[in-house]
């Protein structure tokens, strides 16, 4: 597991399902639309005062925080385990922590959790008070009194409000590589720096439409979609394409076929037909992204592809 106290870990914040970077947009957080490589790196600071456990994430000067409203933002100053206020903002900055699965944490230990989200595009986070009657589940004489009733009320209303579907946000160190993300990542996620690669004595790469050899997936039929699905095949057996990316990538090719298939040209045929290949292509997409598919993906993996350092990584 990484250690939140070295002062040579750097994180990079990435959204779960695709392992899409978070960056900038002024002092917000959003899932990048574009490829850049202006990636915002972050480090843990142990602030004095905080609670065991919790740190503040900083960016050079600035302070990730949680303002009033559940964006996450850039601050100026620590808030320690409460909020504040500066230039007209509230807002709580000293509520970090990370998983040894390389899952960033948020919340007051002991005291209250968050959950992450998000609106339009940007990052959100929203308390998860489980018991309103006891809404900080409290046990500890010393956490009670580092909270203050501001802090209280600001968290009782956000847990009310905030609307949100709830996501773990991946903290990936700055030498993680694509092989080591997303749910079912081709290397380790330790050590850093591990990289997929084509075997030297890999079997050739193949493609047999939307079924597989067995006799139950020679019955599956190819409808509009074997072009994406022999995409797809080729996909899973490049090293470099992430289970995820190559899952995605099938779901839009086979809705562009239904498109294609059946053009939205103001008939009632067409448009019933046009239905009826969406489905099929979200029935397909369940079963590529399941554990079937998953089972397939590391197979190919492990006949496929070997995991190498890419990077060289400093040591302290």
């Known amino acids: ?26 002092k917000y957080l959003k899932v990048a639309t574009e490829v850049t490589e202006d990636i915002p790196d972050l480090k843990f ?5 905080l609670l065991s456990g919790t740190y503040d994430l900083v960016i050079g000067d600035e302070y990730l925080a949680v303002d009033d409203s559940g964006r996450v933002t850039f601050q100026t100053k620590s808030s320690g385990p409460n909020y504040i206020t500066e230039s007209g903002v509230t807002f709580i900055t000293s509520i970090f922590s990370y998983t040894c699965d390389g899952v960033l944490k948020i919340g007051l230990p002991g005291v209250v959790e968050y959950g992450f989200g998000f609106i339009d595009g940007y990052l959100y986070a929203k308390p998860i008070v489980k018991d309103l009657n006891n809404p900080f589940r409290i046990r500890r004489r010393q956490i009670q009194s580092v909270v203050t009733d501001k802090t209280r009320a ?16 991946i903290a990936a160190p700055k030498y993680t590589t694509a092989s080591q993300l997303g749910r079912n990542p081709r290397c380790p996620t330790r050590p850093p720096g591990l990289e997929a690669v084509l075997k030297p004595d890999a079997p050739p790469s193949f493609v047999n439409g ?12 190819n409808l509009v979609f074997e ?25 839009s090719c086979t809705r562009l076929q239904c498109l294609l298939k059946y053009p ?17 292509a979200d029935i397909y997409y369940s079963f590529i992204k399941s554990f079937l598919g998953a089972d397939v993906f590391n197979e190919l993996t492990s006949k496929r592809c070997v995991c190498r350092l890419s990077v060289t990584i400093p040591v302290r």
């Open 227 to 251: 072009p994406c699905c022999n995409k797809h095949d080729l996909c899973f057996d490049d090293c470099t394409q992430s289970f995820d990316g190559c899952n995605e990538s099938m779901f």
């Open 1 to 26: 597991m990484a250690d939140p106290g070295d002062p040579d870990l750097s994180l990079r914040l990435l959204e779960p399902k695709q392992a899409i970077p978070l960056v900038r947009d002024e």
């Open 264 to 280: 939205e040209d103001g008939s009632n045929a067409n448009s019933v037909l046009l239905w009826g290949c969406y489905e099929a």
């Open 210 to 221: 939307c079924g597989d050899t067995s006799f139950l997936g020679s019955l599956v039929p």
């Open 45 to 49: 600071k142990q602030t004095p005062g």
């Open 154 to 169: 600001i968290i009782l209303r956000l847990s009310r409000v905030l609307n949100l579907d709830l996501l773990p946000i």
